[in-house]
């Protein structure tokens, strides 16, 4: 036999409970509300068209949630002499991002120009795709990935690269004034065919629905179960 205060105690902690779980139902449809929010602005800047480059002045107000895969141009000058390959897995395989930086007239950018398989990772085996004097590139504003890739972490020292981390590869080749983020080129095809730009993959995971329906569900099991122990008792 249960004594009153200990029925008390239990139902003050499945109450508890049941609330923690409406409470965690309801930040997941929060989450959902802001994540589909975020999906309309992003496909938004997908569909408009591209604007200048950021330059210095509006570096220090880049932000992921706002300037993320905004449609982007800008012309310069490669400096094919440092480019650098980041390891990529592509729908075309694994192979490498060539990342170069585009001298502008007011920085310094990197651009992801595109993926090559591993056999052409030395530009001497693409010299046509290296152009010579000014190019226009447009293509997605792509914020720094600091550190390296899934437990594997960038090393310049041994020019591996595992993520497209700009201040480190620009401080690796020596490029000064580089901007905070890098431009994934389009479609445009290079000369020679390589490297393959617009293999940008634009996708976010979007499961709070499924969560927020578990949550709801374990709290009206809790429930149920805690009236029907109670009402079992009563008799």
Request: net charge positive; glycine share 10%.
């Amino acid at each position: 036999m249960i004594g009153p205060a200990r029925r008390i105690v239990a139902g003050a902690v499945v109450l508890a409970t049941v609330a923690l779980f409406l409470g965690l139902g309801v930040w997941q449809v929060e989450r959902r509300a802001w994540k589909l929010d975020l999906i309309a602005r992003v496909e938004a800047r997908l569909a408009a068209e591209p604007v200048p480059a950021p330059g210095p002045e509006a570096w220090s107000r880049l932000d992921r949630a706002t300037d993320e895969y905004l449609r982007v141009e800008a012309t310069g000058r490669f400096l094919h002499e440092a480019e650098t390959a980041v390891l990529a897995v592509t729908e075309r395989g694994r192979g490498y991002w060539i990342l170069t930086p585009l001298a502008t007239r007011d920085a310094t950018i990197l651009v992801n120009r595109g993926f090559v398989p591993p056999e052409n990772r030395d530009p001497a085996t693409r010299p046509d795709g290296q152009p010579p004097g000014e190019v226009h590139v447009a293509g997605l504003l792509r914020l720094t990935e600091p550190r390296g890739g899934f437990l594997r972490d960038n090393d310049p020292a041994a020019d591996r690269w595992f993520s497209r981390d700009v201040a480190a590869i620009a401080a690796a080749r020596g490029v000064r004034g580089a901007a905070p983020y890098f431009i994934d080129a389009d479609g445009t095809p290079n000369p020679g065919g390589l490297p393959v730009g617009g293999l940008t993959v634009v996708r976010f995971r979007n499961t709070h629905l499924s969560y927020a329906l578990t949550w709801f569900a374990l709290a009206g099991g809790l429930a149920v179960l805690t009236i029907r122990a109670l009402r079992r008792h009563a008799d």
